[in-house]
């Protein structure tokens, strides 16, 4: 619950003491992960008062942890999920042009291995067999491709799909198994900065009403009378009384509704863990396209250039307690495993690795053994009002990182009929963040540097880096203060300047939130203890941390970044 204000959270903490003062908000919106951010922001326009509330950091749990992709689904067409491939790929295309700065297209690569299979286990699927997935085809997977690009027809933005043989795929992308047939190559899309765009959504909603709040590293200690009372982690407990309550809290749901009053069983969620590998060969064979390919139990893998860096994942294994939540040795190698076997003729060991990640999918309970068949749909069941909880509480079941304004918008409808008020604006053309007035060109954007560089004094090179860093929030950074002030002793793309602005304006309560979520100085690789302290120093000035607050914060970093993210600080 940061006090200090800027970039849409002006004046944070006296938001929250107005809300606290009065006791009365419309929404309460508990868990400030994508679907909850977004339906926050959509709220806000609307007029609604709303109070945004993480037991953690913004975008800390499950929204931290995904495959970086904007995608539609290809995959849910074996399972029938039309709907929801229909869905995804306008929300994927939606996404292009309102979060640009963030989101670009990703042409994505299949490397198939035989003419024919799959045929009559997708029929199976399709009927409703729980059966283990298994090897696709070139015919199943131009059937799939044709039906993927009819539904990504509305708002198109990029190319239809093409297949290949095997000759010229091998020409195209020679570290390939030379044991494939064809491959085909279809466009979906990746998102450079998740977690600074849950932010975005949080800041857009906070400057949409001036009425609304938003806390975190805050947790809900009790719901009594139709009361809620929060404890933040420094500072005094508050209560507000809700007309109504949404549980956004991901995989911790249940946990929650039991603390509402509104006990549930609706969580059944997965675990999916990424590693990021330093391999410079495979970067450049990949040359901007991902792959998307089997491993060999049938389990649908990636791997992609990320910040210069192979990302490759996903597992998916059922899981129970995201609180422990980390990527383990056994994950490990079955990703490292599944690179070799595609690409045999590179070498991918454990100490290529720079950074791995781990989080847990919030899926809907389900009885299958087989994770993968677990709907990725959304739902948003609502437990009503009783005699001992005076507010109806609505739980975001499921859903995905591509959907999110869609569910929000669903959501939000189902509020506002409750409400009985009408909706203002939709979210279908707002831009999002540093998104808005994004240059949609080459030309455009050497306008937009030149503009720059008149108001702020910046160089070219430095304003291009905080434009594909931040869109064009960048001017904000760049008037906070000048860069001559000194970068950071490892991580040179960053200056001190930056850091500061981050630190005042964008609710950092811990050393880690700076480097995990609101950059990407973790993820990049390049983070070194002489950064963190530096970053820790920046940190403690600006919010008045002691010595030892500041070696306790830089002690802590270390311990989730090597522990939890498997890195190696220099």
């Known amino acids: 619950m940061s006090p200090t204000g800027g970039a849409g959270a002006e004046n944070a903490a006296g938001r929250l003491a107005a809300m606290a003062g009065t ?5 309460v919106i508990l868990g400030a992960g994508i679907n909850g951010a977004g339906l926050f922001r959509d ?3 609307q007029g609604v008062s709303c109070l945004i509330v993480d037991k953690a950091d913004f975008g800390s749990g499950t929204s931290a942890a995904p495959s970086r992709l904007i995608h539609g689904g290809l995959k849910y067409l074996e399972t029938g999920e039309f709907g929801l491939v229909a869905q995804s790929t306008l929300e994927r295309n939606l996404l292009l042009q309102n979060a640009p700065h963030y989101v670009s297209p990703l042409p994505t690569v299949i490397p198939i291995f035989s003419w024919s299979k799959g045929m009559l286990a997708a029929l199976q699927t399709l009927f409703g ?20 690009d009819f539904y990504g027809s509305r708002n198109q933005v990029m190319p239809r799909h093409r297949m290949v043989g095997r000759r010229q795929a091998l020409s195209e992308m020679p570290a390939l198994n030379p044991s494939i047939v064809a491959t085909g190559t279809y466009y979906d899309a990746k998102i450079s900065h998740p977690e600074r765009l849950v932010l975005e959504l949080i800041l857009d909603g906070l400057q949409a009403d001036a009425a609304s709040a938003s806390t975190n590293y805050t947790a809900l200690v009790n719901s009594a009378n139709g009361v809620l009372t929060f404890q933040p ?33 609706m969580i059944g969620g997965t675990k999916g863990s990424h590693i990021l590998l330093k391999h410079d060969d495979l970067v450049r064979s990949l ?3 991902m792959l998307y390919f089997e491993a060999d139990d049938g389990r649908i893998c990636l791997v992609y250039d990320y ?9 998916d294994i059922k899981a129970d307690n995201p609180d422990e939540v980390r990527c383990e040795p056994d994950e490990v190698e079955y990703l490292l495993e599944s690179v070799r076997t595609l690409l045999p003729g590179m070498a991918f060991e454990r100490d290529q690795i720079v950074y791995a990640y781990s989080g847990i999918r919030p899926l809907p309970a389900s009885e299958t053994s087989v994770p993968g068949l677990i709907s990725r749909d959304h739902s948003a069941p609502v437990a009503e009002p009783d005699r001992d909880r005076p507010f109806a509480v609505i739980s975001l079941v499921g859903g995905k990182w591509t959907t999110f304004r869609g569910f929000a918008e669903e959501v939000a409808n189902a509020i506002l009929d409750r409400l009985q008020r009408s909706r203002k604006v939709t979210t279908q053309s707002m831009p999002i963040g540093g998104g808005k007035d994004f240059p949609a060109n080459a030309a455009a954007r ?11 004094g910046s160089e070219e090179r430095r304003l291009d880096q ?14 906070h203060g000048p860069d001559g002030d000194g970068h950071l002793p490892d991580s040179g793309g960053y200056s001190k300047s930056e850091i500061d602005y981050i630190v005042r304006s964008e609710f950092v309560e811990h050393l880690a939130d700076i480097v995990l979520r609101r950059s990407t100085l973790a993820i990049g690789g390049t983070l070194t203890c002489r950064d963190l302290q530096e970053i820790a120093v920046i940190a403690g000035r600006a919010l008045g941390w002691s010595s030892g607050r500041i070696a306790q914060e830089v002690e802590a970093a270390v311990v989730e970044l090597e522990g939890r993210n498997l890195m190696r600080l220099d």
């Open 287 to 289: 040359a901007g396209r």
């Open 446 to 456: 050497t306008d937009w540097l030149a503009r720059a560089r008149s108001q702020t």
């Open 233 to 265: 982690e420094s500072g005094g407990a508050f209560s507000v009384r809700p007309k109504l309550v949404v549980n956004a809290a991901g995989p911790w749901i249940d946990d929650v509704n039991a603390l509402l009053g509104a006990p549930s069983k």
């Open 307 to 315: 910040l210069g860096l192979a990302l490759v994942g996903s597992t």
């Open 43 to 45: 709220l806000c326009a």
């Open 466 to 479: 905080l434009l594909s860093r931040y869109g064009t929030r960048a001017l904000e950074i760049a008037r």
């Open 129 to 148: 067999s729980t059966s283990a997935p298994r090897s696709r085809g070139a015919i199943l997977i131009k059937i799939g491709l044709m039906i993927y």
């Open 23 to 27: 006791g009365e908000v419309d929404v």
